[in-house]
């Protein structure tokens, strides 16, 4: 519970500072007064308004349906919107994203989303357009979940792979953007071999800490990335699945992927399918030799 002397305020601890600066970054303390139903954007805006109008912030809606004010509050990503500041005990530390570079106090810049969503294949109708669509309401139902991301990168910033590690993966929005993509009935173009030459959707270790921060509640690990992993496997792991496209020629030529995992597996799999043919006789000329 808070005591009656802090209900009275708000404490906040604000990392300040701006790309370029020859000063460290800083963290400056601000009181501010508490009111009943306060978010932390609130806050912030208290203290752009009555203690320091220098303090930069990017906000839009405030209610949370734009995804412009994406900060870390107390070490975890929020929404400065949407984090009521009664759900926090004591100071509350608001710092920028730190997956992004910085450009001022709370500010970054994220253009770095915007160029991995043009490398993403576009939604690629199986019908031209003038042809009526037709399909079920459970068809829908399975990418509409995905069609709530309100592009806030949080999921970004708490992934360890693309905050803490130079691998070239999309990271989970991006994943949460193929995956509404491949999961739409009339979507004929199969992202796996993207996903996985250039998406480096192999870097993800299902941590699920995504899944856990999302604002909208998307189930991005269960629902997105493994569907989008097996994707992958079937696609480019699975013998079985392999000899089934090639006979029934449902993969043109070109698209097979003759990486070294392929032929081994190729190797392994005509290596079973042909050993009785070779074992049963010698067995057979072994058993006959030693009668
Ligand atoms: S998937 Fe969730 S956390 Fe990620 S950008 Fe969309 S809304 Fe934000
Ligand atoms: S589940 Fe994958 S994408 Fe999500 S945070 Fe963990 S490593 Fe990153
Ligand atoms: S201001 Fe729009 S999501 Fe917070």
Not at 64 to 77: D, F, K, L, T
Not at 100 to 117: G, Q, R, Y
Request: proline share 7%; aromatic share 8%; hydrophobic share 40%.
């Amino acid at each position: 519970m808070v005591s009656q002397q802090a209900a009275a305020t708000v404490r906040l601890k604000v990392r300040r500072g701006a790309a370029g600066d020859a000063a460290p970054a800083r963290y400056d303390y601000f009181e501010v007064p508490r009111e009943d139903g306060m978010v932390v954007l609130n806050a912030i805006h208290y203290i752009q308004s009555h203690l320091d109008p220098s303090l930069n912030a990017r906000w839009n809606c405030k209610a949370g349906r734009c995804g412009s004010c994406s900060a870390e509050i107390n070490g975890r990503p929020r929404l400065m919107c949407k984090t009521p500041v009664d759900s926090i005990e004591g100071e509350i530390v608001v710092e920028p994203m730190s997956a992004f570079p910085l450009i001022s106090d709370l500010v970054t810049d994220v253009t770095e989303n915007w160029k991995v969503a043009a490398m993403i294949p576009p939604f690629t109708p199986k019908t031209p357009n003038s042809r009526e669509w037709r399909f079920y309401q459970q068809d829908v139902d399975r990418s509409r979940e995905f069609r709530k991301c309100i592009e806030c990168f949080l999921c970004q910033d708490v992934c360890h792979v693309v905050r803490e590690h130079e691998a070239d993966y999309v990271g989970p929005r991006w994943v949460v953007k193929a995956a509404s993509l491949d999961m739409h009935p009339m979507d004929s173009v199969n992202r796996a071999k993207f996903m996985k030459d250039v998406g480096g959707l192999g870097y993800c270790n299902i941590t699920k800490c995504c899944q856990e921060i999302c604002p909208e509640h998307i189930v991005i690990t269960d629902d997105a990335i493994i569907p989008e992993k097996e994707r992958v496997v079937d696609r480019h792991y699975d013998p079985i699945l392999w000899v089934y496209r090639r006979l029934s020629k449902r993969v043109p030529k070109g698209e097979q992927v003759e990486n070294g995992v392929m032929k081994a597996l190729k190797v392994a799999f005509w290596g079973l399918l042909m050993a009785p043919v070779v074992i049963v006789p010698l067995l057979y000329l072994v058993m006959a030799f030693l009668r």
